[in-house]
């Protein structure tokens, strides 16, 4: 079945620094999703990139899907520690299906 | 307010005494699912409704059931209930394929 890796599974910056994660599908994605769980919350909801090579940005984060619509990133620059938690993605496979597949996360620890 | 809610938020509970979590959602979305979360396993899909009678299987479907009697309403069964169904859950509503909105998590320890 489909699966998604993301990686890495854990990441600690010092504030200021910058973070990537990656995601990477085993199948073709009609849409990827990137949500955010802050420690003890539940993941909410940050952005969907829809189209090969879409390039989005929200202040300091940049999304990115990649142009065969298998991979995503987020960048996020000069890290906060309010960026705290874990990012995760999530893709829906191309072909109608309503099944989310959500990657493992990756876990954001900033020190100050 | 838009917003998913679950009840309960913690319950600690003894192996097999049935238990049901519930989950409501106000926005009028026709899919609901539930999700399992474990450390280093990141959330893992139980169960999914795409509408009123209609639920299919997730990942990890063993050892629990679902109804979606009403649109807003999408509970979460647990029969039997088992050390390993221990876990953090969630359940989560949109409209077809679009952002899912999260409730708070249910905390479920079973002894």
């Known amino acids: 079945g489909q699966q998604v890796m993301q990686i890495p599974q854990y990441q600690h910056v010092q504030e200021g620094e910058d973070f990537t994660t990656y995601c990477n599908s085993s199948?073709?994605?009609?849409?990827i999703q990137w949500y955010k769980q802050r420690p003890g919350g539940h993941p909410v909801f940050l952005i969907q990139?829809?189209?090969?090579?879409e390039v989005k940005k929200q202040k300091r984060l940049t999304f990115q899907f990649g142009e065969a619509k298998k991979n995503s990133s987020l960048h996020i620059t000069a890290t906060q520690t309010t960026d705290v938690g874990t990012y995760f993605c999530?893709?829906?496979?191309?072909?109608?299906?309503?099944?989310?597949?959500f990657g493992k996360g990756t876990k954001l620890t900033v020190n100050p | 307010e838009a917003q998913v809610t679950q009840n309960p938020r913690y319950l600690i509970t003894v192996t097999g005494k049935k238990l049901t979590v519930t989950c409501s959602q106000n926005?009028?979305?026709?899919?609901m699912s539930w999700y399992r979360q474990d450390p280093g396993l990141g959330l893992r899909q139980i169960y999914y409704?795409?509408?009123?009678?209609?639920?299919d299987k997730g990942d990890v479907p063993e050892g629990y059931k679902v109804s979606r009697k009403e649109k807003r309403n999408f509970p979460l069964i647990l029969e039997s209930p088992s050390p390993n169904q221990t876990s953090l859950y969630f359940c989560?509503?949109?409209?077809?394929?679009?952002?899912?909105?999260f409730g708070p998590g249910t905390r479920l320890t079973v002894l």
């Open positions: 409704s795409m509408n009123v009678e209609v639920t």
């Open positions: 926005m009028n979305h026709e899919y």
């Open positions: 990139l829809v189209k090969s090579g």
């Open positions: 989560a509503s949109s409209w077809r394929g679009q952002t899912q909105y």
């Open positions: 199948t073709t994605l009609s849409n």
């Open positions: 999530a893709g829906s496979a191309q072909g109608g299906s309503e099944k989310l597949v």
